[in-house]
T-cell receptor, first 110, second 115 residues
Framework: AQSVSQHNHHVILSEAASLELGCNYS??????LFWYVQYPGQHLQLLLKYFSGDPLVKGIKGFEAEFIKSKFSFNLRKPSVQWSDTAEYFC????????FGAGTRLTVKP | ETGVTQSPTHLIKTRGQQVTLRCSSQSGHNTVSWYQQALGQGPQFIFQYYREEENGRGNFPPRFSGLQFPNYSSELNVNALELDDSALYLCASSLDYGLAGYEQYFGPGTRLTVT
C-alpha cells in the first residue's frame, strides 16, 4: 500500500539555522513528489515538485528537495530559515493516488 | 485569475444528517480533487473528478459522493454524517486529469463539525 511518512512532528529553529525535513514513502512504481506549505491562516501552497530528471529540485523561497530513489526519500532543505518560514509543511506522493504525510510544524524563533 | 473558492466556510451538522460542500475551480482548470483533513493530520484523498466523471477514489465509503458540473465547479456530498466526519474539507483544482503528475491549487477549505 502507498504511504508517506514525515519523521518530525514539530521542529523549532532559530533564524539563520539550516533546515532539513524528512519524507519517506512506500510505493513500488513511478511516483511524483511534492512539498506543500501552509502558512498560518492561508491555503496549502505548492513549494516544489519532482516529476522526472534532475533529482535535486528547487522551489520557491529558497527551498530545495532531493529525491533519492534508493532510499524512497524526498527531504526538504533550506540553508538559512527566516521567521516567515514558520508554517506547516506537507510531503505528498502521487502514485496510485495522492497521499500526504501527517505534516511537520516548523517554528522559527526570531 | 480567480483562485479556488469553497463554500461555506464553516458548517455545523448533527449526526445522521446530510451535507453538501461546494467548490469553484481556478479558471481554466478541468480537474477537481477533494480531501479530508482531520485535526493534526495531512489531507486524505477522497476522490477526483475530470470532465464531470469520477476519475479516482480513495478509501472512503459510498456515502461520500460528488459531482462536477460543465463549468468544472464541484460538490462533495456526505450522507448519514458521523462524528468522525468532523474535519476540514479541501478542494483542489488542476489543469490536467490523471492521478499522476499534475500541480494542484487548493482552496481555503470548509470546516465541518458534526455533533
Amino acid at each position: 500500500a502507498q504511504s508517506v511518512s514525515q519523521h518530525n512532528h514539530h521542529v523549532i529553529l532559530s533564524e539563520a539555522a539550516s533546515l532539513e525535513l524528512g519524507c519517506n514513502y512506500s510505493y513500488g512504481g513511478t511516483v511524483n513528489l511534492f512539498w506543500y506549505v501552509q502558512y498560518p491562516g492561508q491555503h496549502l501552497q505548492l513549494l516544489l515538485k519532482y516529476f522526472s530528471g534532475d533529482p535535486l529540485v528547487k522551489g520557491i523561497k529558497g527551498f530545495e528537495a532531493e529525491f533519492i530513489k534508493s532510499k524512497f526519500s524526498f527531504n526538504l532543505r533550506k540553508p538559512s530559515v527566516q521567521w516567515s518560514d514558520t508554517a506547516e509543511y506537507f510531503c505528498a506522493v502521487n502514485g496510485n493516488d495522492m497521499r500526504f504525510g501527517a505534516g511537520t510544524r516548523l517554528t522559527v524563533k526570531p | 485569475e480567480t483562485g479556488v473558492t469553497q463554500s461555506p466556510t464553516h458548517l455545523i451538522k448533527t449526526r445522521g444528517q446530510q451535507v453538501t460542500l461546494r467548490c469553484s475551480s481556478q479558471s481554466g482548470h478541468n480537474t477537481v480533487s477533494w480531501y479530508q483533513q482531520a485535526l493534526g493530520q495531512g489531507p486524505q484523498f477522497i476522490f477526483q473528478y475530470y470532465r464531470e466523471e469520477e476519475n479516482g477514489r480513495g478509501n472512503f465509503p459510498p456515502r461520500f459522493s460528488g459531482l462536477q458540473f460543465p463549468n468544472y465547479s464541484s460538490e462533495l456530498n456526505v450522507n448519514a454524517l458521523e462524528l468522525d466526519d468532523s474535519a476540514l474539507y479541501l478542494c483542489a483544482s488542476s489543469l490536467d486529469y490523471g492521478l499522476a503528475g499534475y500541480e494542484q491549487y487548493f482552496g481555503p477549505g470548509t470546516r465541518l463539525t458534526v455533533t
